[in-house]
């Protein structure tokens, strides 16, 4: 009877949560028009749903459930964390993380892909609090790019490489995908900084750039496969090789979100009618996601099907290279996050100086 009661009790207490959620949100402070927030955070096109700077870190925690501008791209890239994460867990039910060498690549990928949008969400959810706080935590999303380009091109170049292509990347291909990882995260860190005291073309480049040549280099040998096995996107029969297909929706996701990421578009067509929902950014968070989610099912397809193909192309021994490769990747792009940052940091400072004087 204690038991039955102690569970009734809690069972109470769980019901009261919502309603405690919703006073706390209603007792909030209100989101402010683009006038009433500081310059520094406007967005073009955006006219509404701003979040109030320097309150505590608890309202911008509890803002996730709050309606503002950067809800949705929380949230996208929140559940699509977690979807990740259900399907990390579904794979380690068949897939021998730990004693398969070769399926490490592919433990890369979904821990690289759990780390971007998380990452992500992070960055929509507290950069509001305040313009160091801004920069602090877009930097730590640039190190989840870097290192999403990094799980992205181990698996192309492990499970869905050609011989022939194979052959020319050999020795190179992964030691120069992790150089264009710290250049890119370099590239929108500084582009980022700039933007604070240079033109706004300079942040423009420094995102694109860099990230674009990753993007070639490390999806060559999927372009390569897809170029060489047209006949089969030709004639739409994927039956022999089911992987063509999710690795040509994964190219197909990823140009369409690069568009949104680089064109605020619905948002300048409609000025002030996107500011809750359908902003190009937020298109570009479920593009990229979709894109993720196709990437995985062709990377888990390959490791299935192809074994007889990358167990020749490359060693065991390899597999435990690119993990430390990995591991050296992670550590040179947050060290670039944080030395740019502590540039930041004395921008930030001396502007605040300027003001008080
Ligand atoms: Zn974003």
């Known amino acids: 009877m204690k038991k039955i009661g102690r569970l009734f009790f809690n069972l109470q207490k769980m019901m009261q949560i919502p309603q405690m959620l919703s006073e706390t949100i209603s007792s909030m402070p209100k989101t402010l028009s683009d006038k009433e927030a500081p310059c520094f955070f406007r967005k073009h096109y955006i006219h509404s749903g701003y979040r109030a ?3 505590k870190w608890r309202y911008y925690f509890l803002s996730l459930f709050q309606w503002h501008n950067e809800s949705i791209n929380v949230w996208t890239h929140l ?17 021998d993380f730990i ?34 706080h801004h920069y602090a935590f877009f930097f ?23 011989e022939s292509w194979h052959e020319s990347v050999r020795g190179c291909f992964m030691p120069i995908a992790s150089f264009l990882c710290c250049l890119s995260c370099f ?32 999806t060559s040998p999927v372009f390569h496969r897809l170029v ?20 040509f929706g994964q190219v197909a996701f990823f140009l369409s979100s690069a568009f949104f990421f680089t064109h605020p578009i619905p948002q300048s067509w409609f000025p002030g009618h996107c500011d809750f ?12 996601f979709l894109c993720t989610v196709c990437q995985i099912q062709a990377s888990y397809l390959d490791y299935l099907n192809r074994r007889d193909v990358y167990v020749t192309l490359h060693t065991n021994g390899e597999a435990s290279f690119f993990v430390l490769l990995f591991i050296l990747t992670l550590v040179m792009s947050t060290l670039i996050a944080f030395y740019i940052l502590a540039k930041v940091k004395r921008a930030v400072s001396n502007t605040e100086k300027q003001r008080k004087e």
């Open 79 to 95: 559940l699509g964390a977690l979807v990740v994460l259900l399907r990390a867990v579904q794979l380690a039910e068949t897939v």
């Open 187 to 218: 590239g929108c860190c500084y582009g980022t900084y700039c933007n604070y005291t240079h033109h706004p073309w300079v942040r423009k480049v420094g995102q694109i750039v860099p990230s674009a040549l990753a993007y070639e280099w490390d």
């Open 228 to 247: 060489i096995w047209y006949p089969f996107w030709v004639t739409g029969d994927f039956r022999s090789s089911p992987a063509l297909l999710f690795h």
């Open 53 to 55: 700077v320097h309150q």
């Open 277 to 288: 929902l359908g902003q190009g950014h937020q298109v570009f968070h479920v593009l990229i």
């Open 140 to 162: 730590l999303d640039y190190v989840g790019v870097a290192l999403y380009q990094y799980g992205s091109a181990v698996v192309h170049y492990y499970y869905a490489i050609e």
């Open 99 to 132: 004693n398969d060498a070769h399926s490490w690549p592919l433990l890369i990928l979904l821990l690289t892909s759990m780390a971007y949008m998380g990452f992500s969400t992070v960055a929509h959810l507290l950069a509001a609090k305040s313009v160091f």
